[in-house]
């Protein structure tokens, strides 16, 4: 284990993470941050040359259609069952005073 992680270490990640750890939760999570440094370490040992920064592994493509109305007329046909319309609304009862 290349990375030592300290006890102030964990303590301060426990402050900040507003944690109260037991010792033997403490020592627990030592082991354990230390094996993600030592996984974080075997990654930097990866030959990136050559291969472009991306923000998502898969393919980002925009999905958004244009904005056309697609039943303009159905408006009349949608206020035939109304109880109450006007100029082309829907008329309700008032909510609030």
Do not use: W
Not at 19 to 25: K, N, Y
Not at 73 to 92: H, Q, R
């Amino acid at each position: 284990m290349a990375n030592m992680i300290t006890d102030e270490t964990i303590e301060y990640v426990g402050i900040l993470a507003k944690l109260e750890l037991s010792g033997e939760e403490k020592e627990q999570a030592k082991k354990d941050m230390g094996k993600m440094l030592d996984y974080i370490d075997k990654l930097n040992e990866l030959n990136t040359d050559g291969v472009e920064p991306m923000s998502h592994v898969l393919p980002v493509q925009n999905v958004f259609r244009e904005d056309v109305v697609a039943n303009e007329d159905a408006c009349v046909e949608m206020l035939a069952n109304a109880p109450a319309k006007k100029e082309g609304t829907y008329m309700v009862p008032k909510t609030f005073d």
